[in-house]
């Protein structure tokens, strides 16, 4: 017997301590695979369906391997319980004391230097008389803190607008020039996280990481022997966004509130900088009303002249900026990195405008209140294979929806790894017991007016029969308001099922209390479709509306398809189908999360039976028993629920 398979066996550490613990072939099959990975620096791709007990999976080999790892995952939710549950309760299991830094970005350190830049000018620094009530919290906290977790305070909640006064971004710090480098938390927390056996990141810092974006402070990776990507089917999105550039109104104008600060502290605010500061605001207002009315994504070459114009005069009032602060008599450091922001925002923002077409996709986003130019990369396959080309380590992708059918092509390309091993992991429960896939018959076409009325028509039968206890998931924002109105109406008046819809509060209330009710319908879109874990009966029912297809309006989708065009390739079959496959996979797998739930999926658009793609979605779906009579699918409801079925159900 192999360590792992003692390990995850009946009489292993693991039965040992933890409750309900059962040994699944599966789990040890994945264990296996990513500790080979491990040992020969592979690359290894894995999907593991719902209940392999994944995290386990990844988790042991990396403890045991002696090596440094680091673990990235797409949330916060995952990043939390694995730093806060599952780490020390494996390593107190397997009787191995690690180290482990949880690692987080920026945002959630205390930055001393902009604290004492904030109360020094606070009116200078853009404090309202609101925000420094809590800035002198802040202030308080800062005496006694070690770690300067901004998570710790808890009387100034994490989006109150004071701690953008309080942390720092990549753009405003200082790095080796600050004041305040030896006791700098972000620092500290590097430190911490580069002297650690296991790093907890999440995908965006990794990404960071990778690009040296982070300069001033060491870099993690170069010392480790392994990176793991968990909820890595969320990993190709978050890189695309991280390649691209963009340059904004919110950008200039922090930057015209932390000169005029740095400057008052520093006791350098004279008339003649003051103004080449005070002329860059209006100069935004310009350009932000040059955009009025175009929408809100206006493509680049719709971009009016009178908004270029108005762009042009406001770089070039950066460089003067840039210019007026560069004279020697103002060697601050905190004014120097004013003069280094001002001159790399202007040439981020010429950047964009000098890309070329074949690069990636060019636009502007407008709000009432701000403005943005975007750039996005068509690929970004190349960079992340020269990143690991440069940082050779073990590579380790997982999630529970990677594969379309049994094919990994789709994501290995996206992310450059075409020769990597992969492994497609099943998931241990009896779905064709468990489950059934409904699949109505003479639904209109999608695009049909009166579609969406026709799916909670089809629905609400079963979501009667199942006493409430539905997820019903939409494609959009529209077809989720013209389910919410149709649904609220008939369900809370006659059946007494609380419906609640997304938007009505946050996610995370919504969800808890979607548990609480047990009886409640819960109408959603987007973040609904994954990472949402409703165990028992509580969920015996999810109402697909359409088969997931990404909105063709999506600036960032565009860019691909635009990149899949010119090389040669079929966008639709080669990138917009396998994406939507692996939603719907996303979507599907919010019913069964235990051995013992049982349930229904109502896939109501047609086409997954009348067009030939259909196929490669239901060839990717778990082993469910395919029905498409409603009266089966309430019969399975009511027997499944037993008594907790409600008697009249027509
Ligand atoms: S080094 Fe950067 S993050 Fe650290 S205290 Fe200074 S400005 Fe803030």
Not at 105 to 121: E, I, S
Not at 456 to 468: K, N, S
Not at 503 to 518: H, I, S, T, V
């Amino acid at each position: 017997m192999t360590n792992l398979s003692r390990i995850f066996g009946a009489n292993g550490p693991l039965a040992e301590a933890l409750e309900g613990f059962r040994p699944r072939r599966e789990q040890l099959e994945m264990a296996e695979a990513v500790s080979e990975a491990i040992d020969t620096r592979g690359s290894l791709i894995v999907e593991a369906g719902t209940g392999t007990g994944k995290t386990f999976a990844y988790l042991v080999p990396a403890l045991l391997s002696g090596r440094q790892v680091i673990v990235s995952t797409g949330t916060r939710t995952l990043q939390d319980q694995l730093y806060h549950r599952d780490l020390p309760t494996l390593a107190g299991a397997l009787g191995r004391p690690v180290r482990i830094a949880l690692l987080k970005g920026r945002a959630n350190y205390l930055c001393r230097h902009r604290l004492g830049v904030a109360l020094a000018a606070p009116e200078l620094a853009g404090v309202g008389a609101g925000r420094v009530r809590a800035l002198r919290h802040i202030a308080k906290w800062a005496e006694v803190t070690r770690a300067g977790d901004v998570a710790e305070l808890e009387s100034v909640p994490e989006q109150d607008p004071a701690w953008a006064l309080a942390t720092s971004t990549r753009e405003n710090c200082l790095g080796q020039e600050c004041p305040q480098y030896r006791e700098c938390h972000v620092l500290q927390a590097r430190r911490e996280a580069q002297a650690a056996d296991l790093v907890i990141v999440n995908h965006h810092l990794l990404l960071a990481d990778m690009a040296l974006r982070e300069e001033g402070f060491g870099e993690v990776l170069p010392g480790t022997d392994a990176v793991i990507l968990d909820e890595a089917h969320q990993f190709p999105e978050i890189a695309a966004q991280f390649f691209g550039q963009s340059f904004g109104a919110r950008n200039v104008l922090a930057l015209v509130r932390d000169t005029l600060a740095e400057l008052t502290r520093a006791g350098l605010l004279e008339a003649g900088l003051r103004a080449r500061v005070e002329a860059l605001e209006p100069r935004v207002g310009e350009a932000q009303r040059a955009l009025a009315g175009l929408g809100e994504r206006v493509e680049w070459e719709r971009l009016p002249d009178a908004f270029l114009e108005s762009l042009d005069e406001l770089l070039d009032g950066l460089e003067f900026l840039h210019a007026g602060l560069a004279d020697p008599e103002l060697e601050v450091p905190g004014v120097r990195q004013c003069a280094r922001r001002a001159h790399e925002l202007a040439t981020r923002a010429r950047e964009i405008q000098s890309r070329a077409a074949e690069d990636g996709l060019r636009w502007a986003e407008w709000t009432p209140r701000a403005f943005a130019l975007q750039f996005t990369p068509f690929e970004v396959a190349a960079r992340l294979r020269d990143f690991r080309a440069a940082r050779p380590c073990a590579w380790i992708y997982t999630s529970a929806t990677l594969a379309v059918g049994e094919d990994f092509s789709h994501f290995a390309a996206r992310v450059g790894e075409a020769d990597a091993r992969t492994r497609l992991i099943r998931s241990p429960f009896d779905y064709e017991r468990q489950s059934r896939l409904y699949l109505p018959r003479g639904l209109p076409d999608p695009s049909d007016r009166g579609y969406t009325a026709a799916v909670i028509d089809a629905a609400l039968p079963l979501v009667r029969a199942a006493g409430g206890r539905a997820f019903v998931l939409f494609t959009s924002h529209r077809a989720l308001a013209e389910g919410a109105a149709a649904l609220r109406g008939r369900l809370e008046e006659r059946d007494r099922f609380p419906v609640l819809v997304q938007g009505d509060a946050p996610r995370d209330a919504l969800l808890r209390r979607f548990r609480e009710l047990g009886n409640a319908v819960l109408l959603g879109t987007g973040s609904f479709w994954e990472g949402v874990d409703v165990r028992g009966p509580a969920l015996s029912l999810v109402v697909i509306d359409r088969l997931p297809f990404a909105s063709p309006d999506d600036p960032l989708l565009k860019a691909r398809l635009e990149g899949l065009r010119r090389e040669g390739r079929n966008p639709f079959f080669e990138y917009q189908v396998p994406q939507a496959v692996l939603t719907l996979k996303q979507g599907v797998g919010r019913l069964i999360r235990d051995h013992e739930d049982t349930g229904v999926v109502l896939l109501a658009d047609p086409r997954v039976r009348t067009k030939g793609y259909g196929r490669a979605f239901l060839a990717s779906l778990p082993p469910m028993t395919v029905i498409d009579a409603a009266a089966e699918a309430i019969r399975f409801l009511r027997d499944s629920l037993g008594s907790l079925a409600p008697l009249e159900t027509a």
